[in-house]
Nanobody, 124 residues
Framework: VQLQASGGGLVQPGGSLRLSCAAS????????IGWFRQAPGKEREWVSC????????FYADSVKGRFTISRDSAKNTVYLQMNNLKPDDTAVYYC??????????????????WGQGTLVTVSS
């Protein structure tokens, strides 16, 4: 099982990035998917997750209205579209997965599989 996160980079405040989390060895349709981030010197924090057959989505207050989590079943990939980025969004972003897809997992310790992380830097 492998989760491959990608799409990070350097972007100016107000800019956008789309992170990808490609899975192999598991079908993301049956897993609850979460995005977390960890800024330098800070603990890993929950950002967003997608659960349920209907793909219900949830967001941290700090990113609500700016970030969107989505899934492409054909590509077995989950995305995090990040708009109107702010310097406080600077962090290493991780995707995570846990079976089953019907349960909302909020804490990092609850997830079984993790991507390697991709760095997002928001700076002018």
């Amino acid at each position: 099982v492998q989760l491959q996160a990608s799409g990070g980079g350097l972007v100016q405040p107000g800019g956008s990035l789309r992170l990808s989390c490609a899975a192999s060895g598991l079908n993301l349709d049956y897993y609850s998917i979460g995005w977390f981030r960890q800024a330098p010197g800070k603990e890993r924090e929950w950002v967003s997750c997608r659960v349920g057959s209907d793909g219900s989505t949830f967001y941290a207050d700090s990113v609500k209205g700016r970030f969107t989590i989505s899934r492409d079943s054909a590509k077995n990939t989950v995305y995090l579209q990040m708009n109107n980025l702010k310097p406080d969004d600077t962090a290493v972003y991780y995707c995570a997965a846990r079976w089953p897809h019907t349960v909302l997992y909020y804490y990092a310790s609850e997830y079984s599989y993790w991507g390697q992380g991709t760095l997002v830097t928001v700076s002018s």
